[in-house]
Nanobody, 124 residues
Framework: QVQLVESGGGLVQAGGSLRLSCVASGRTLLTSSMAWFRQAPGKEREFVAA????????YYGDSVKGRFTISPDNAKNTVYLLMDSLKSEDTAVYYC?????????????????WGQGTQVTVSS
């Protein structure tokens, strides 16, 4: 079992930055992928970013490339999402997830464990 707790959400003006944290406890596998997804009201869950626990390449959704950075800290069992140049369309509940998804890192259905979510609101 893996437990995930997100934090760091809040209200920010457009153009600003936020850093989300996701702390994992329980059994975490170095071969697992950690990911961030987001969901706005009335919309599908959207892939934001993913990375392997043991580092390596990071992957990003097209809408956040060049603005968001995902980074794991194995010593703290934490994965961060640094969000820069925020836009109003980034407003959503952000969820972290863990799973052994291979190359299908953007498919939310393959992730086994999810956090409770943290709200990010960007005002224009």
């Amino acid at each position: 079992q893996v437990q995930l707790v997100e934090s760091g959400g809040g209200l920010v003006q457009a153009g600003g930055s936020l850093r989300l944290s996701c702390v994992a406890s329980g059994r975490t596998l170095l071969t697992s992928s950690m990911a961030w997804f987001r969901q706005a009201p009335g919309k599908e869950r959207e892939f934001v970013a993913a990375v392997k626990w043991n580092g390596g390449s990071a992957y990003y959704g097209d809408s956040v490339k060049g603005r968001f950075t995902i980074s794991p800290d194995n010593a703290k069992n934490t994965v961060y999402l640094l969000m820069d140049s925020l836009k109003s369309e980034d407003t959503a509940v952000y969820y972290c997830a863990v799973g052994r998804v291979g190359s299908y890192y953007d498919n939310h259905r393959l992730y086994n464990y999810w956090g409770q979510g943290t709200q990010v609101t960007v005002s224009s």
